[in-house]
């Protein structure tokens, strides 16, 4: 298998994925989530970043599921 890394963008983040799929040390399968710079907006005003491993990534992606799921059930 190869290599592989995703991005998507929005205004305010960019996401990323990164996978070797041949290496085995720690971090060499990383998601990162980072903040894009924004000038005159209450939201962004500077850079930052979160970077996890894949297997956190996905306990992140379950919980939001099952709470996007319990909230949608919910009357507002």
Excluded: C, W
């Amino acid at each position: 298998m190869s290599n592989y890394y995703n991005e998507k963008s929005t205004a305010r983040f960019t996401f990323g994925m990164s996978r070797h799929h041949t290496a085995k040390q720690a971090g060499s399968n990383v998601v990162t989530t980072a903040t894009n710079p924004a000038e005159d907006s209450q939201y962004s005003v500077g850079q930052t970043s979160l970077t996890m491993t894949v297997r956190e990534a996905k306990a992140l992606q379950s919980f939001l599921n099952s709470s996007f799921e319990k909230s949608d059930s919910i009357d507002i």
